[in-house]
């Protein structure tokens, strides 16, 4: 439990680092409060992580951490980063280990979440544009012979270019789809917070 605190604690202060440039991306094609509701969520985790025992497993702290976004985070970003950490925890059984296989289906699991509460696939500019070529990368077809370490980095240079390719696509899904073809040349900020977030964990678990 000290390492996993330790590994939202990166993620914590990662995205407190870039809440103003979420929110400034966000202000380009929405509501400009992205930053703010992450930071609202990440901020709240901690504070209930603080509440679970020492030893508390995995899932509980996931479980925590999505009830954390869907409980004080509004937007979009509430309720699908919400599901998302509550659906991985739900996955997470005694065979789940820090290994490739275990990552697959974690973020199999998160990614299956949103796609049901927000209704997007891949290529509609949201943070499954990140999150789906990440969890690509461990799949057994991308990952066979590799350790974890090689697909991280793997999974974070797809991840890149991931949110890179929001700028370069419309908008189908959130508010940034009402601007149509204006929304071309903005990355979108899901998927920024979503690279982020994973860019964090790579750097703990490297460290």
Do not use: W
């Not at 299956?112 to 070529?133: F, N, S, V, Y």
């Amino acid at each position: 439990m000290a390492n996993v605190r330790d590994a939202v604690d990166a993620v914590v202060a990662a995205i407190m680092a870039q809440k103003d440039y979420l929110t400034a991306v966000d202000a380009r094609s929405g509501d400009g409060d992205h930053g703010l509701n992450m930071a609202r969520g990440v901020t709240e985790a901690e504070e209930r992580l603080r509440e679970l025992p020492p030893d508390a497993p995995l899932g509980d702290v996931l479980h925590q951490m999505g009830r954390a976004f869907i409980e004080n985070v509004g937007g979009a970003a509430g309720p699908l980063y919400g599901i998302a950490f509550v659906r991985a925890g739900e996955a997470v059984n005694a065979q789940t280990r820090l290994d490739v296989k275990s990552f697959e289906k974690l973020f199999t699991c998160g990614i299956e979440a949103i796609q049901r509460r927000g209704h997007a696939e891949r290529g509609d500019k949201t943070m499954l544009d990140t999150l789906i070529p990440i969890r690509d990368a461990f799949l057994p077809e991308n990952a066979e012979g590799k350790s974890l370490r090689e697909c991280l980095e793997d999974a974070l240079s797809a991840g890149r270019e991931g949110a890179e390719y929001t700028k370069t696509i419309v908008a189908r899904r959130g508010r940034a789809a009402l601007i149509g073809e204006r929304s071309i040349g903005i990355e979108d900020p899901g998927a920024m917070s979503s690279l982020i977030m994973f860019r964090a964990l790579c750097s703990y678990l490297r460290g």
